[in-house]
C-alpha cells in the first residue's frame, strides 16, 4: 500500500512540472494599417473608431492617449522575448495633432 501511495504522490509531482503557460496578450492590439488611418485634424470620436477606446486616458493630461500592448510568449513559443508596442496620440481642441509610436526603452524609463 505505501509502494503504492508513493507512486501516486511522484506522478502528481511529475505531472505538475509540466504546466503549459498560454500567451498572455494585454491592451490595445495595434496593427500598421490603423496607425496609417490616423490623420492629423481628425475628431476624439474617428480616433476612437480606428483605435478603439484607449488603454491609458490619463486624468491629469486629459488630450494624451495612450494605446499600450503586451505579447508574453507561452513557454511552449521558440520565441521567449516580450514584445510590446506604445502609441501616444495626442488632441488639442478635440483634434487630432500628433501620433507618436515610442520604442520600448522610450516608455519604460518614463
Not at 503549459?20 to 500598421?32: C, M, S, V
Not at 486624468?59 to 511552449?76: E, K
Not at 521567449?80 to 502609441?87: A, G, K, N, P, W
Request: hydrophobic content about 40%; glycine content about 4%.
Amino acid at each position: 500500500m505505501r509502494l503504492i501511495s508513493q507512486a501516486i504522490i511522484l506522478a502528481t509531482l511529475t505531472l505538475t512540472a509540466c504546466v503549459y503557460r498560454p500567451d498572455i496578450k494585454q491592451g490595445n492590439f495595434l496593427k500598421p494599417a490603423m496607425i496609417k488611418q490616423l490623420k492629423l485634424g481628425m475628431t476624439e470620436a474617428q480616433v476612437r473608431f480606428v483605435m478603439g477606446p484607449p488603454m491609458v486616458k490619463d486624468p491629469f493630461h486629459p488630450d494624451r492617449w495612450d494605446y499600450v500592448y503586451y505579447n508574453v510568449p507561452s513557454s511552449l513559443s521558440s520565441d521567449h522575448s516580450v514584445s510590446e508596442q506604445h502609441v501616444v496620440v495626442q488632441f488639442k481642441d478635440g483634434k487630432l495633432t500628433r501620433v507618436e509610436q515610442l520604442l520600448p526603452a522610450q516608455h519604460q524609463s518614463a
